[in-house]
């Protein structure tokens, strides 16, 4: 691969070329010559002939840190930054790691560290200290940072404005959520916003509930929707809770557990064949695990627990449907089923069976147009989903939640 040839006239006192005036490899113009060779020579971005180059007026110049293969010119420092180069150091900062930052920029890892390699050789110095648990800023980096953030959110702001005097264009509005928000109130609020907003393209991902804050992090979606619960400190995220999305226990008519006069408690429940997600929040786990060991001890138990893994809350429903097997949704996406006549409520129900919805964006981020919109949108579905589940639990002999 090599690097780019420029033709480099000496400079006078008042910027003008002097006619004539042949390249020279200890000085030309104001143009310095760097005492090293260039770093780069051994990844092949230079080709040989440099000294042909040389006698032509040509100097070929390596792309890393912008030396000349044949006399080291160094040029201008104005030259040393690129908008590019401030995307790169701020993706790395914000992930602490050169892996993940290359998944969000979507280039290798090699060629993110090659980059970064000729960034530093630019500045002069280290932009980040490594270790096995990733990478720290140095202080140089912390200096660049500080302005390349504002940098870069003006560009964002100057790109709307360009867009808005180019006139409409399909912007897409990148959403994940997780299965229970994405088969409710996620989809109510994109299945409106078609005919509001006709030149934005929405993307909603049914992701685990656990990669959302990733994904919002890491900068695939801009509107992330899941279970708080286990979130923890996340100083780098806005976070706005939703109401509590109750939920039930669900089997199909006839199912043993619905007889009338049956005894039933937790216990007896979770000895049933049992569809559940792939992972639930600690505070719903807790109660399920010590009443999986006392339907051990009681010598009735399904072996395996889940026995049918989905991350699909509606499909769990249908498998509930066809099957033996215990399902437990949020009412939300029930209601429909029950109505029906598919599926049955079972009659037991702790406050903790509920999920514990919020909103999850970055912190700095300015949402567009269309997110705002989609955020008013989605509000207004929780706040309709959360009358309805008050409704439907009262309905069916259960406390309303608050």
Known sequence: MGGTLFRVMPVGAHGEAAAGDQPHPGRLGRHRVAP???????????????????????????PVCYQCCCGNLSFPERHMLEVRDLILVRAIAEHGSLARAARVLAVGQPALTRSLAGLEARLRG?????????????D???????????????????DRHLAAVRGPQVQTVPIGAGGYSAESIAVTAAARMLGLY????????????????????????????ADLSD?????????????????VFLVRPGHPLAAPGAPLDLARIMAAPFVFLGRVP??????????????RQAGRLHPAFPALMLESPTAALSAAQESDAVAGTAVVLAEAAVAAGKVVVLPWRE??????????RLRNHQPSEAEAAFLDLLRTADAEA????????????????A
Do not use: K
């Open 36 to 62: 090293l060779a260039c770093p780069h020579r051994d990844v092949r971005l230079l080709r040989r002939g440099a000294g042909m180059a040389l006698a032509a007026g040509l100097w070929r110049v390596c």
């Open 126 to 138: 280290p932009l980040f200290e490594r270790s096995r648990r990733g990478v720290v800023p140095t």
């Open 140 to 158: 140089l980096c912390r200096v660049l940072l500080g302005e390349a953030g504002e940098i870069l959110d003006r560009l964002e702001r100057l």
């Open 198 to 225: 006709p030149n934005t393209r929405l993307r909603l991902a049914t992701l685990n509930w656990t990669e959302v804050p990733r994904a919002v992090r890491e900068r695939e979606v801009v509107i992330g929707i």
């Open 231 to 247: 979130l923890g400190e996340a100083p780098d995220l806005q976070v706005e809770q939703l109401n509590p999305m109750p939920g």
């Open 282 to 295: 600690r505070r719903v786990q807790e109660p399920l695990v010590l009443a999986r060991e006392q339907a």
């Open 351 to 360: 406050p903790w069976m509920e999920v514990r919805l919020g909103i999850l």
């Open 386 to 401: 959360a009358l309805r589940g008050r409704r439907f639990l009262t309905a069916h002999g259960f406390d309303a939640v």
